[in-house]
């Protein structure tokens, strides 16, 4: 038998704090056909986190430059900086089979699925509120206030939920993890993608 198969682009999203990049980052380590799509920002980068890895950090200006060239897929204001996925690195990955993972927040991901309606998209929910306030202070990246707008910004993106395709809850990370996994192992054999051929 001959398989071929089309790249697929996952669409993972949710509230600050609902651990979406660490869901990421499990399906990529244990799941060599995924291939992580960088992101562009225009903050600064955190303790830790690499151009080019984490995320291409840009100035104001060559933002903008991208912006007037009709470059991204998606392109957002969050908590006042600017973010965005480029067109061009997401259909080149998917034209060598592979699929794409976006780690992206409500306010994105919602333009990928308009502009990418054969995208599939994951919404990542808190088990509570309180317990999104506890993790958002645990991560120590944020400052009070910063949290608090987090916080009131996840109200609305949870009213959102709807527009996904599918919904999981993290209050246990291994078992959201394993469903995520299931997701996109069933949406793998869709036949708008697997074309397996007998012989």
Request: with cysteine; charged share 30%.
């Amino acid at each position: 038998m001959r398989e071929e198969r089309k790249g697929m682009l996952i669409v993972i999203s949710g509230p600050s704090g609902t651990g979406k990049g660490t869901i990421c980052k499990k399906l990529l380590d244990d799941d060599p056909s995924l291939t992580f799509s960088v992101s562009v920002t225009t903050r600064g980068p955190r303790d830790g986190e690499i151009d080019g890895v984490h995320y291409f950090f840009l100035t104001e200006d060559k933002y903008d430059e991208l912006l007037s060239q009709d470059a991204f897929l998606e392109h957002a204001t969050v908590h006042g900086h600017r973010y965005g996925t480029l067109k061009f690195q997401v259909q080149e990955i998917m034209d060598q089979g592979k699929n794409v993972v976006l780690d992206i927040d409500p306010q994105g991901a919602k333009e990928v699925m308009r502009q990418r309606p054969d995208c599939v998209s994951i919404f990542i929910l808190p088990p509570s509120y309180s317990e999104l306030r506890v993790r958002l202070h645990t991560r120590n990246t944020d400052d009070p206030a910063e949290i608090e707008r987090r916080l009131g910004n996840a109200k609305g993106e949870i009213d959102q939920m709807h527009l996904y395709q599918y919904a999981v809850v993290n209050d246990n990370l291994e078992l959201a993890f394993n469903q995520v996994t299931s997701i996109i192992t069933a949406e793998k054999q869709r036949t708008t993608r697997y074309f397996p051929v007998v012989e």
